[in-house]
């Protein structure tokens, strides 16, 4: 079985842009939540979907958004990027919210 | 306060010792624990699962789960170089809030 797909590996934007990361689980899997790593630092907690919707949100800005599709793929946008919106961010499913979790392999934004 | 906190580390271990990873947590009344291993630069990996009370094993890794002192722990037997990594603890009752996590750095 094919692992969590996430694209694009990576992506470099400017300050203001948005930009959309996209996120494919495990078949069988209907929650997907999202974190964003900064070097050092563990996994902080975006979203969390389950069954297409909205389960948990961390402390983001609301320049951050996502949602599920009916195919329990993800998408995470964030508008109006800032320097600071540079990180590694992962995506991970899950049979449900309780359950173990399996990272994709993630997108490195760089935000310039 | 958090409700899970992880020994932050950095822990040091020659090639061949054990290496002990530690949990503490809030009294809950659902505890089942993933650990996962997180190389530099890549996705953290599930290595993993405890649901019940007591020791489970998988090849060099044990995982201890001691309801009644509410620690989680994993044991790394026989460590290996390769086993250098930030391993990460989570509560399944709040799997997504991760910590720094434990680095764990074997020395050859």
């Known amino acids: 079985d094919a692992g969590v797909t996430q694209s694009p590996t990576h992506l470099i934007k400017t300050r203001g842009q948005h930009v959309t990361l996209r996120c494919s689980p495990i078949s069988g899997h209907k929650s997907v939540s999202w974190y964003q790593q900064v070097l050092g630092q563990g996994p902080q907690f975006i979203f969390q979907?389950?069954?297409?919707?909205?389960?948990g949100r961390g402390n983001f800005p609301d320049r951050f958004s996502a949602r599920q599709f009916p195919n329990y793929s993800s998408e995470l946008n964030v508008n109006a990027l800032l320097l600071g919106d540079s990180a590694l961010y992962l995506c991970?499913?899950?049979?449900?919210?309780?359950?173990?979790?399996?990272f994709g392999p993630g997108t490195r934004l760089t935000v310039l | 306060q958090k409700e899970v906190e992880q020994n932050s580390g950095p822990l040091s271990v020659p090639e061949g010792a054990i290496a002990s990873l530690n949990c503490t947590y809030s009294?809950?009344?659902?505890?089942?624990f993933f650990w996962y291993r997180q190389y530099s630069g890549k996705s953290p990996e599930l290595i993993m699962s405890?649901?019940?009370?007591g020791d489970k094993e998988d090849g060099r890794f044990t995982a201890q789960l001691n309801k009644a002192s509410q620690y989680v722990s994993l044991l790394i037997r026989d460590s290996q170089p390769s086993d250098s990594a930030t391993y990460l603890c989570a509560p399944s009752w709040d799997n997504m809030r991760f910590g720094a996590g434990t680095r764990l750095t074997v020395k050859p």
């Open positions: 405890i649901y019940s009370n």
């Open positions: 979907y389950y069954e297409k919707e909205e389960r």
């Open positions: 991970a499913s899950s049979l449900a919210p309780e359950n173990e979790q399996f």
């Open positions: 009294d809950r009344v659902s505890q089942s």
